[in-house]
């Protein structure tokens, strides 16, 4: 069985996405340079990374779950945008569009994947329903997230990355029944140090627009230490507290841990590219602390 490298990936799903039948704006879009070189350190190459724990998957369903795998994300992220008020009026109809064309493509290839009675198809919509009932979830502000109640939000959250493990777990005739469950715990792993990083830099959006934030709950708790209340500052400051608190360093160094051990459950699968896209977003991660520190020096 050939495995494709990065480079091949990238590139035939570049590929695909040109020769199909998607309108030119879509395809520019889903193809320029600054978003394939964006998307290139995890979703383009997300599926791919995967494919070797599933025995003999050829490369023509490679390409196709590649190439399903890059719109689906790229159609739920800018759907995202709008439910979660990211952008209103006039401003949701690119998106929006967008989103319908990705999301649209992307089940029909999935649909050559799979037959019409498949029971993969139970699965399938059954991660949808649970990546919608997210955005329910998240707008009950009230609702306290504690740890465990942040990684259920983001098995919701993150649903459809699961989906990934689901249908090579599917295309394998299920044979690989201990990789499949070993890649859901690493996935459980990965999307909390992948998530981690949003919930500080999304703070003050998320207070705006009423999204409930574990940043947000973590603060609230150290708060009082500083005889603060949260109720007389504004969203930016309160954003700017997760900072000088020293919050936004500690949680930045729970999502390296996380990422520690999504690789440490997944290294007995001999999964390379996927370590290396982890490293990728860990390496960003102590940059970021870098330069955190950097800030917070030239303050005090």
Request: hydrophobic content about 40%; some cysteine.
């Amino acid at each position: 069985m050939e495995i494709l490298s990065m480079d091949q990936t990238i590139q035939s799903v570049i590929q695909t996405i040109r020769s199909s039948a998607l309108p030119d704006p879509i395809k520019h879009w889903l193809t320029e340079k600054e978003r394939v070189q964006s998307q290139k350190a995890l979703f383009l190459c997300f599926a791919q990374a995967l494919v070797p724990g599933f025995g003999g998957i050829d490369k023509s369903c490679q390409i196709k779950l590649n190439t399903l795998v890059y719109l689906g994300a790229s159609g739920i992220y800018e759907a995202d945008k709008v439910y979660d008020i990211q952008v209103q009026g006039l401003a949701i109809q690119t998106p929006l569009i967008q989103s319908h064309f990705c999301l649209v493509e992307s089940q029909r290839i999935l649909s050559r994947l799979f037959e019409e009675e498949a029971p993969f198809w139970n699965t399938y919509y059954q991660r949808y329903w649970n990546h919608f009932q997210e955005l329910t979830q998240s707008k009950c502000i009230n609702q306290r997230l504690d740890f465990h109640e942040y990684k259920n939000l983001l098995r919701h959250k993150y649903a459809l990355l699961y989906l990934v493990a689901d249908i090579l777990h599917h295309l394998s005739d299920c044979q690989y029944v201990d990789h499949y469950e070993r890649l859901n715990e690493t996935l459980e792993w990965f999307t909390i140090g992948y998530n981690i990083p949003n919930e500080i830099r999304g703070l003050k959006t998320d207070l705006d627009t009423q999204v409930n934030n574990y940043a947000w709950w973590r603060l609230l708790e150290i708060l009082p230490e500083y005889g603060i209340n949260a109720g007389e500052l504004s969203s930016e400051e309160l954003h700017k507290m997760v900072y000088f608190t020293g919050l936004a360093e500690r949680m930045l160094e729970e999502s390296l841990q996380a990422f520690h051990k999504a690789k440490e459950c997944v290294r007995p699968l001999g999964l390379n590219l996927f370590e290396g896209l982890i490293d990728a977003r860990m390496l960003r991660n102590k940059k970021e602390m870098d330069i955190l520190h950097e800030e917070l020096a030239s303050v005090f």
